[in-house]
């Protein structure tokens, strides 16, 4: 576990508040007491501390000039960071960020502070392994790591008002987009990004972009990324691992690699809650530790109502309230799963989360957004009716406006593709803030090692028709890897029965708590979209997931699997399934078959995270 909170003053004056906007946003952290508490400040008065489960001199390096500080792997030219590296890094980087592109490399979030000067550059790698979220006024340029911190700043005398927008993207998408958080004046430091903080100023700049130029001119092919993948791998430090293991193919060639490949010293951990049959995920995750020769463990556990609702607060708290995927699934498991993973005492928790492209192929940027989950209201069934018309209205003109902008941060010089735009855009709005897998209460860090530079860079001369549906990827896996790519077969992913959420709905009182959470303790900012018709399509909606052959859960569910199939056999005729969706769409008619037990799950856990936000 690792945060950090610094405070930039404009003036010596205002430098004796220091220390109580430091400890007023650590009031924020999650078992702050327990952490070991670490402050250093420069000759200009800015002051930056840090609280961890490991000693100060663990992720920390002082130089003659700064202080580096960074959680993850950081690596300059190729080279893991050490005291020299810092001081050429400070030397040679930083009057020249842009450079950050093509030589630092890892997993990382990275802070220097300049001890003559008070200035503050904070670097994120290409991905967003780590987060940081800013604020600044006349008086201050504040940072912390934790986001939920941030919202002891109005207690501060900083006013902070709800962000409407963004309200609006975690509706569509389960998350928020570029640099939003749910505050208007507190933002998001994206991937690919360094950030200037000095006396009431900050300058953010990127230095890396996902673009597809060399594509066109020198592509790569599947030796290439292979070749790509293993320099990589080969950079890991010889340390100890856990694979999250799902089973699925990116978690099949992690596994491959450390075990198989490096013999790694590393073992597998899946999870069961209940759902143990064929094709499922911890069954298919036994087969390909079997196959690499890897000692694999399962958490077990049953779904429980009391443990989802005890364990939401705790993983909004550790996720930063970024994305109900995280919260959702791991509310799911418990807080007695870190405990688990705790328990095995590695050095690194490695995932599987990679950019290999995305979806199929797209005709225009409409599609691009539809492809990535960017959701408009009219592209998802639900907020017609949930929604209210006014803010219904509001949100699509706000969503027109969003896309807009969106589509510009894709740099137009480069030659343009729908498919370019595609990828680019679940690279820097859906991936970046759904890997901030954020589970802080590890006592080990993350890793992702399809995440890293070489790998990247291959995937940027990857032409848009290999890119599809992970098609290259997929092809060095049945080239490299057939132990694990063709002798195992698929994770089942068509809806056989209810959902987990839906399963938890059984029980009745589960279903009332819902009901008192959404009805009578959403904050206004939530409560005030929804329509007349919200109440009766909750209570319907729950009451109907106590039957799992109720007309409308079943109804949905065959509407799901249907539009999956009919999906995958139009994927065997490219041109057609282009051309059907696009017609869809024009017409208004292209719909994401959300189902309603999602979007109530997801509705749920952000009335808790906009809850946790207006805490004192």
């Not at 690792?2 to 650590?26: C, H, R, T, W, Y």
């Not at 803030?433 to 995937?459: H, Q, Y």
Request: net charge neutral; charged share 25%; aromatic share 12%.
């Amino acid at each position: 576990m690792f945060e950090l909170i610094a405070v930039v003053p404009s003036n010596q004056e205002l430098s004796a508040k220091n220390v109580m906007i430091i400890d007023g946003l650590a009031d924020g952290i999650w078992n702050v007491n327990e952490l070991i508490h670490k402050s250093v400040k420069t000759a200009k008065l800015t002051q930056l501390c840090t609280y961890s489960n490991k000693p100060f001199d663990r992720y920390s390096i002082e130089t003659e000039e700064a202080y580096v500080i960074y959680c993850g792997r950081v690596y300059w030219d190729g080279v893991a960071i050490n005291s020299e590296i810092c001081e050429r890094i400070v030397c040679e980087l930083l009057p020249n960020p842009q450079m950050a592109g093509s030589r630092l490399s890892g997993n990382f979030l990275m802070v220097i502070m300049i001890k003559g000067t008070g200035e503050i550059y904070v670097f994120t790698d290409r991905m967003s392994s780590g987060s940081i979220y800013y604020a600044s006024n006349r008086e201050y340029s504040i940072l912390s790591t934790n986001m939920m911190a941030m919202r002891k700043l109005q207690r501060l005398g900083f006013p902070l008002s709800i962000n409407k927008g963004s309200i609006l993207e975690f509706i569509g998408s389960g998350h928020m987009y570029g640099n939003h958080t749910f505050w208007n004046e507190v933002s998001y430091l994206c991937a690919g990004c360094v950030g200037k903080f000095e006396y009431n100023k900050m300058n953010i700049t990127n230095y890396w972009k996902y673009t597809f130029e060399q594509s066109y001119a020198t592509p790569a092919n599947v030796d290439d990324l292979w070749d790509a993948v293993q320099r990589d791998f080969e950079k890991l430090p010889d340390d100890s691992y856990i694979i999250s293991q799902s089973g699925g193919y990116d978690s099949r060639m992690l596994a491959y690699m450390l075990k198989k490949k490096l013999n790694r010293n590393c073992i597998a951990v899946s999870y069961s809650l209940g759902d143990n049959i064929s094709g499922s995920d911890q069954i298919t995750a036994r087969k390909v530790a079997d196959a690499c020769g890897m000692e694999i463990h399962t958490f077990t556990s049953t779904l429980d109502p009391d443990v989802y609702m005890d364990s939401m607060p705790y993983f909004i708290e550790a996720n930063d309230g970024q994305t109900d995927v995280i919260v959702n699934q791991m509310s799911f498991l418990g807080k007695k799963y870190i405990d688990y993973l705790n328990s095995f005492r590695r050095d690194y928790i490695a995932y599987g989360h990679e950019i290999w492209g995305w979806g199929e192929r797209v005709y225009d940027s409409e599609m691009a957004f539809w492809s990535c989950f960017l959701l408009k209201f009219n592209e998802f069934p639900q907020p017609k009716t949930i929604i209210n018309p006014q803010a219904y209205t509001t949100a699509q003109a706000y969503f027109d406006g969003m896309r807009k902008k969106m589509i510009t941060e894709y740099p137009m010089s480069i030659r343009y593709k729908p498919d370019d735009l595609k990828d680019f855009l679940y690279w820097r709005h859906r991936e970046s803030r759904v890997i901030l897998s954020g589970l802080k209460s590890l006592d080990m860090d993350t890793i992702t090692p399809f995440l890293g530079n070489n790998t990247s860079d291959a995937l940027e001369r990857v032409p848009s028709s290999l890119r599809r549906k992970k098609k290259l990827f997929m092809e060095m896996g049945r080239k490299y890897a057939p132990e694990i790519f063709l002798a195992i077969p698929p994770i089942e992913t068509f809806y056989k029965g209810r959902s987990r959420f839906g399963r938890l709905c059984e029980n009745k009182e589960f279903r009332d708590i819902i009901k008192k959470d959404m009805l009578t303790q959403s904050p206004s900012c939530l409560s005030n979209m929804f329509s007349e018709n919200f109440e009766m399509w909750l209570t319907d909606s729950l009451d109907g997931m106590n039957d799992g052959n109720s007309k409308i859960t079943q109804k949905q569910r065959i509407k799901y699997n249907l539009l999956k199939k009919a999906n995958g056999i139009l994927g065997t005729m490219p041109a057609l399934q282009v051309w059907a969706k696009h017609r869809l769409q024009m017409q208004g008619r292209l719909v994401f078959p959300c189902i309603d037990d999602s979007i109530i799950s997801r509705l749920l856990i952000l009335n808790h995270i906009l809850r946790k936000l207006m805490e004192d």
